[in-house]
């Protein structure tokens, strides 16, 4: 609802165009959507020349932040300051305003969306190349991948879970029962070697493991042949 001011009274609303800014820069599109309508709503009611002031200045106001949530994102957004600027200046409105803001900032969150997705794909491919070429490994562990990624281990947890469906530690296990299977194939050696060449330092540990994985013992496996 909008209430009507004298317009030599009007306050540019500082501090809900920064939590506008700040729900945008976070990817909070709905809330930025809520603040959008309390600052149209607000200024609207000092009269069409505050109105348009105060649009002019939430326009420049994003396009600062755009310009920053691209640089950070690595991204390019189709948003034009000048063509934004003609179609406020078309728009007769709040109706209209709503709509123009809501289409940048619904485009804007499906760039940063799809920007964040390709960096983290991006990150858990890092993940795998190091478990598979370092898996033979002892001290291959969360700690040491995190550091390697340079992301924390919380971090990372969470997100490799999201995108693999398995824990860090049940991945490296996996590859690890895998490329001791192909050897026990493959190659004519001790079973404690194989053990050794997979980065197992218990045997029970493994025999259990290999087990639960194949339905038999690693020898068992390799008289089954």
């Given at each position: ?12 609303p500082d501090?809900?165009v920064r ?207």
């Amino acid at each position: 609802e909008v209430e009507f001011f004298s317009a030599t009274d009007f306050v540019y609303p500082d501090e809900k165009v920064r939590e506008l800014i700040e729900s945008l820069m976070l990817g909070q599109t709905d809330n930025a959507k809520v603040v959008l309508k309390d600052i149209l709503n607000y200024s609207a009611g000092f009269g069409r020349s505050s109105l348009d002031a105060c649009m002019l200045g939430l326009i420049l106001t994003i396009n600062n932040s755009i310009l920053t949530i691209e640089r950070n994102n690595m991204i390019k957004t189709r948003f034009n300051f000048d063509d934004y600027v003609d179609k406020m200046r078309q728009s007769e409105t709040l109706g209209q305003y709503c709509e123009l803001f809501y289409d940048l900032f619904d485009s804007l969150n499906t760039e940063m969306e799809n920007s964040q997705k390709g960096r983290h794909e991006k990150l858990i491919d890092q993940v795998t190349a190091i478990i598979e070429e370092n898996f033979a490994s002892q001290n291959l562990c969360l700690d040491e991948i995190s550091d390697a990624v340079r992301v924390s281990p919380y971090y990372l947890t969470k997100l490799f879970k999201k995108y693999k469906m398995v824990s860090i530690s049940d991945y490296i296990h996996k590859v690890r029962l895998e490329k001791a299977r192909e050897m026990i194939q493959e190659e004519d050696i001790p079973i404690s070697l194989v053990m050794e060449r997979t980065g197992f330092t218990s045997r029970s540990h493994f025999y259990n493991l290999f087990k639960k994985a194949y339905g038999v013992s690693p020898k068992q496996y390799r008289t089954i042949l």
